[in-house]
């Protein structure tokens, strides 16, 4: 979350308009999602352990030739795509890792927990960012980033091989993934995870200049927290509930469950959207409320999702389940960013109405992803 974090700042330095920031900050997603369908090759021909080692290598090296070499919009962005890419390996294959080794409920709570564990992440790098930039300019968050993508690999010497090995389904390069595509189970549950990365990585985007927004149209009085503080804390009140109700849904179900969670973020960024220029506090307590709401189920639908398939596919489908949720999540803060530079721009109130209406996309397709009956 180094660049959301950094989006006012880099605006000013680079004179970027609200559709080069939506670009920016979603073509992380973007190199993400083209990574993906070659992960499952790899696997199939290495450890994972070692594709995971490989992936944190090059997300190191990326964030390295951004605090080098980035100097205006086009090298950032080839820099942010390559870190995309080294982030799928990362994530995805820390997923199979874990999904690899459980079963049952565990496998789906331990899903829950490190969806948890990614956001606790990115909402620590939105408070990095904060502090690094303002005491040691940009470039100091990014040499941070390779720190933290390094620091992951020695982890790896802590998780052994999955109980019964871990034995290939196929040599090919590629991933098949025809078997998962005649899965409806994990089919409902990709859709509703692409919906859901759609509307939480453009809020991530878009929090930042959206409070600038806000603030300045509360006459620019003192700011008791950063609003890059203020983004981390978002994140971070989310975690324990994100597990709460994925928890919630293991008991009553998890459709009904991604339905309500779905059909609550679509009002709250509505509300959002109709005081875009309303009062500060309100404001801030709908950003914080849309926090939970946005990311709130990604528990349950990957809880959903890790119940859903088999181990001889798992690792075709973790692909499809990456590429249709980052896919979307490269497109979500960039819609949004066209939405507010259609409306007016980044200072008008409409835009901004624009802009929530966009995001709340997201959550409608979650929602009707799942058929509100079943328990699973």
Request: aromatic share 12%.
């Amino acid at each position: 979350m180094a660049v959301p974090a950094l989006a006012m700042e880099l605006s000013g330095l680079w004179h970027l308009d609200a559709s080069e920031i939506g670009w920016l900050g979603g073509i992380y997603f973007a190199g993400y999602a083209m990574a993906l369908p070659f992960l499952p090759g790899f696997t199939n021909r290495f450890d994972d352990r070692s594709v995971y080692a490989a992936a944190a290598l090059t997300g190191a090296g990326a964030a390295l030739g951004m605090a080098l070499f980035a100097d205006g919009f086009w090298s950032a962005l080839v820099f942010r795509f390559i870190a995309g890419m080294g982030f799928s390996g990362i994530h995805i294959i820390g997923m199979k890792l874990l999904a690899d080794r459980l079963a049952g409920d565990g496998q789906a709570r331990a899903s829950a927990f490190y969806t948890g564990a990614f956001a606790l992440g990115s909402g620590c790098s939105y408070l990095l960012a904060g502090y690094l930039s303002t005491a040691l300019g940009w470039e100091a968050v990014f040499f941070a980033v390779c720190l933290g993508s390094l620091c992951a690999i020695p982890a790896l010497l802590l998780i052994g091989p999955p109980p019964d090995g871990q034995l290939p389904a196929s040599r090919g390069r590629l991933a098949d993934f025809a078997a998962v595509l005649r899965d409806g189970e994990s089919l409902r549950y990709i859709v509703a995870y692409a919906g859901n990365l759609w509307e939480v990585f453009a809020i991530r985007v878009w929090f930042v200049p959206f409070l600038a927004f806000n603030h300045a149209s509360n006459g620019d009085a003192e700011l008791d927290m950063q609003p890059t503080t203020l983004a981390a804390l978002s994140v971070l009140i989310a975690v324990p509930l994100n597990i709460l109700i994925a928890e919630i849904g293991i008991l009553y179900g998890r459709k009904l469950v991604i339905g309500v969670v779905s059909g609550a973020s679509v009002l709250v960024c509505g509300a959002l959207g109709w005081q875009a220029a309303g009062a500060y506090g309100l404001v801030l307590v709908l950003l914080l409320l849309h926090g939970v709401t946005s990311y709130g189920d990604v528990g349950a639908i990957a809880g959903g999702f890790a119940a859903a398939t088999k181990r001889e596919t798992r690792a075709a489908a973790l692909s499809l389940l990456g590429m249709a949720g980052f896919t979307f999540g490269f497109l979500g803060p960039l819609a949004v960013g066209l939405a507010i530079q259609q409306g007016g721009g980044r200072d008008q109130a409409t835009a901004w109405l624009w802009g929530f209406a966009v995001m709340a996309l997201g959550s409608v397709v979650s929602g009707l992803a799942m058929p509100w009956r079943g328990k699973s």
